[in-house]
């Protein structure tokens, strides 16, 4: 049952039993470190920066055969899981544990989501295409094709239908009306949108953000019917 820990990335934060992370089912949740962007509001700093003393896998498996039949489910969050060549890997032994697999990722790695092929994606877009350059985290990561990588992890969540979703915390400065307006038809063809209210009041990477003001709410209901108008989708969530 136990996976062998040398041939799996090293896991860096674990929820046990979350009832709010995988759609429909209880889930346990694992955080791999490290991440190719910067996003100054993140709420997970401790993981991208890799604060965290590894979590052995055993303990996972323990868990989850002490709970079988609650825990169904198994959610890859980060940090960006995508970045750990051995992500497919952890894939097979959480599938190996009788678990369905979902994957939270920001979609710059689109190829490693191919190889993977979760039964659940929650794909973040974080603003328009172009102003990814702003959010990356440039002293390890260089990416000059963002739009063509994001177009593709976006047509995955497409061929996925009601099994993947794509979330967009609006956060001021970060996104606008304007940005959403640009997304729209990369997003028709979606199953489900979720524009997400950003929550200044948690830990976040840049402190400095807990000072941003958040959208009200008719400023969020206006960036869902810019997606909701052209046939997407589109619920506000938190
Ligand atoms: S919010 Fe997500 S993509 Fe952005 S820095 Fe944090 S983990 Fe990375």
Redesign the pocket.
């Given at each position: 049952m136990c996976a062998d820990e040398s041939q799996i990335p090293v896991i860096s934060g674990w929820t046990k039993t979350s009832f709010i992370d995988y759609p429909g089912t209880a889930s346990t949740v694992l955080f791999l470190s490290g991440?190719n962007?910067?996003?100054p509001?993140?709420?997970?700093p401790g993981?991208?920066l890799n604060d965290y003393p590894p979590v052995p896998f055993d303990a996972v498996g323990d868990h989850v055969a002490k709970r079988k039949g609650v825990i169904r489910g198994a959610v890859i969050s980060?940090?960006?899981p995508t970045l750990h060549s051995r992500l497919p890997d952890l894939c097979g032994a959480l599938k190996a544990l009788g678990l369905k697999v979902k994957i939270d990722t920001?979609g710059l790695e689109p190829d490693v989501l191919a190889v993977c092929r979760p039964d659940y994606l929650a794909l973040?877009v974080?603003t328009s295409f172009d102003k990814y350059n702003l959010?990356m985290n440039a002293a390890k990561h260089h990416y000059n094709d963002v739009k063509e990588r994001l177009s593709e992890s976006i047509n995955i969540v497409k061929s996925m239908g009601e099994n993947a979703e794509i979330r967009i915390t609006v956060v001021p400065t970060i996104v606008d009306r304007a940005d959403i307006e640009l997304l729209r038809e990369e997003l028709r063809g979606v199953n489900k949108v979720f524009i997400q209210h950003f929550n200044p009041s948690r830990p976040m990477?840049n402190p400095t953000y807990s000072s941003v003001k958040p959208y009200d709410t008719d400023e969020s209901e206006r960036m869902r019917d810019t997606l909701s108008k052209a046939g997407i989708s589109c619920e506000i969530r938190g």
């Open positions: 991440c962007l910067r996003c509001y993140c709420h997970n993981i991208v980060g940090g960006e920001n973040d974080k959010l990477l």
